[in-house]
């Protein structure tokens, strides 16, 4: 690290920062061209995602530890989103081209249009265009240069509450960090974890973590749909606590999941045990593993039975050929991705953090997919900022107006 701190730009250090429902993840990066560099991630456990005190001390913990580790000033964050606060709409625009031929200015006008949220619909995150329907032709993904009376353009909106935005804003603000931007958390993963194949064929990222299960889904390098279900790994917790013979805290159901839990029940011994310790300090109580995991599958198996009959409404199950990518912390329970395939019917793998160099090992979890993903992001910024000539290393750009810059983001990764 030492070589690095005299070697790497200011200019090209990156950050992401992964506030979630029960830890805080702040990573910091290093651009090196297409690729990216892990310097140094802090993880911290964060007690209660809604105690806004709490989580400005968390944030403030973090910033603190990995200046120190790293010798780097942390400032400009990219920050992941998601959780019942944001909704997903989808709009046309339709316009008619005043000289008969498709221009830049004709494009960008058909997918502001597409892009004017109604009154009431919140602050607008992204703004994902997808195919261009000229005249009566159809699935045109650039119609630049093409001659026509009409074009149209179906854009896929994620908003948030704007006080949700706010809200997070100031947190973050208070703990002495920049918000560059935010991100849709499954879009950040997808960053990190899908191939160039799986999004051109179509297919279902869910991200699967404490607060929220998420769903993003891709097809012909677009976003198509985004949705956010509010059940996830503090759900499963909250059973275990519930469930099992022996009571027992939030925090212990966490640890007993995390070191016992799992989907894989036809192998598990009848009589196989666990020790929970008991309350009052009493000699521990022994508890089945098999129950553990029938609580467990009980309830993955509802999560993703919901998000499947959401795809199944919104007509996407059949046009999901690259199968489902699971990622996030509620993915590294043994036989996930089996419970996952049941319930969609399509081929399902555990979508682990790729495309870094350095440091790559320890950061390769599905539940760092998010955090990597985010400095993918921050990355891709960086090279376009450096290709247009601007000298500062991150764009600062408004709580809801992150359209324009996002569609310059998506022809160029996605």
Known sequence: MDDNKQTVKKEDYIFGLDIGASKVNLFVGISEGDSVRVVECGDFPLANADEYDLVVDTLQQAVQQL?????????????????????????????????????????????????????????????????????????????????????????????????????????INRAGLNVSGFVLEPLAAACAVLTDDERELGVALVDLGAGSADIAVFLKDSVRYTNSLDLAGN???????????????????????????????????????????????????????????????????????????????????????????????????DGIENVAAKAFGKPVRIGHPKGMTGIQDAFQKPSYATGVGLLHYANKQLQDSKRKGDTGAHIKVPVGDYAKKFFGFLKKYF
């Not at 008619?96 to 607008?124: C, M, Y």
């Open 67 to 171: 200046e120190r580790s790293t010798g780097v000033d942390v400032r400009d964050v990219y920050v992941g989103i998601a959780g019942k606060h944001v909704l997903s709409f989808s709009y046309k625009g339709i316009i008619t081209l005043p000289t008969g031929e498709v221009r830049d200015i004709d494009i960008e006008n058909v997918k502001k249009q597409a892009s004017t949220l109604p009154n009431g619909a919140g602050s607008l995150i992204h703004a994902f265009p997808g195919e261009y329907t000229l005249d009566d032709e159809k699935g045109i993904r650039n119609p630049k240069g093409r001659t026509g009376r009409r074009l149209e353009v179906d854009v896929q909106l994620v908003t948030s509450r704007q006080n949700a935005l706010q809200n997070l804003t100031k947190c």
């Open 235 to 333: 759900v499963i917790t909250s059973d275990i606590s519930k469930c099992l013979n022996v009571p027992i805290s939030l925090s212990k159901a966490e640890e007993i999941k995390k070191k016992y839990g799992t989907c894989v029940i036809s192998n598990l011994i009848e009589d196989e045990t666990f020790p929970v310790p008991a309350v009052g300090g009493r000699e521990d109580e022994p508890c089945s593993r098999k129950l553990l995991a029938r609580v467990i599958t009980a309830r993955v198996s509802e999560i993703f039975q919901l998000l499947a009959k959401d795809l199944q409404k919104q007509q996407l199950d059949s046009l999901i050929n690259g199968g489902i990518v699971l990622t996030g912390g509620c993915c590294e329970l």
